[in-house]
C-alpha cells in the first residue's frame, strides 16, 4: 500500500513538471480525485481546461490553485 502511494505521488510530480502528458480531461479528473489539495496538480489541470478551450471551468480551477 505505502508503495503504490508512494507510485501516485509520483507521477503527480511527473504531471506537473510537464514529463507526463494527460491529454484527457476525464483521466485528469482522476488525478484530481487521488490529489484534491494539490495546488500545482490544479493549475496543470486548468492549463488542460484551457488549451481544450474551457475558459470558464479553467478560470475555476485557477482560483483553486491561488
Known sequence: MKG?????????????????????????????QIFPNDPALHRAYADLLLRKQLSGAAAQFYQQAA
Open 4 to 32: 503504490q502511494l508512494s507510485k501516485q505521488i509520483s507521477i503527480a510530480k511527473h504531471i506537473v513538471d510537464g514529463s507526463i502528458i494527460i491529454d484527457s480531461v476525464k483521466e485528469f479528473r482522476r488525478m484530481l
